[in-house]
């Protein structure tokens, strides 16, 4: 699998290591109706572009891109409602654009 939609699902939550051994180039989970990102959601993800704009994230934990694998990678949080960012939540994450306008 190269690119997994999973847009417009009317998903609310993602449970830990939810996509673990998942290698993809694009996994699209935006706009859907996310308000929360457990620890670990990602872990064990390869991927190349994560889209999570247009949900309604307003918390991240800490640790919910612990092991992930972006692969200098796109992470796109536009148009959420995002206020605050947890200290540290991007080390380690090794991205190329980080999308967080519009929260």
């Known amino acids: 699998v190269k690119q997994l939609y ?15 051994g998942l ?5 699209h989970l935006e706009s ?10 990602f872990a064990g993800l390869t991927v190349k572009q994560l889209y999570l704009q247009s949900n309604n994230l307003t918390q991240l934990h800490p640790d919910s891109f612990r092991g992930l694998k972006l692969d200098y990678g796109i992470l796109d949080m536009s148009r959420n409602k995002l206020q605050t960012l947890p200290p540290k939540m991007f080390e380690g ?9 519009n929260n």
């Open 6 to 20: 999973l847009q417009n699902n009317h998903l609310t939550q993602l449970h830990a290591e939810s996509f673990r």
């Open 93 to 101: 994450l090794e991205v190329k654009q980080l999308h967080l306008q």
């Open 23 to 27: 290698d993809v180039r694009q996994l």
């Open 32 to 41: 859907n109706r996310l308000t929360t990102l457990p620890a670990g959601v």
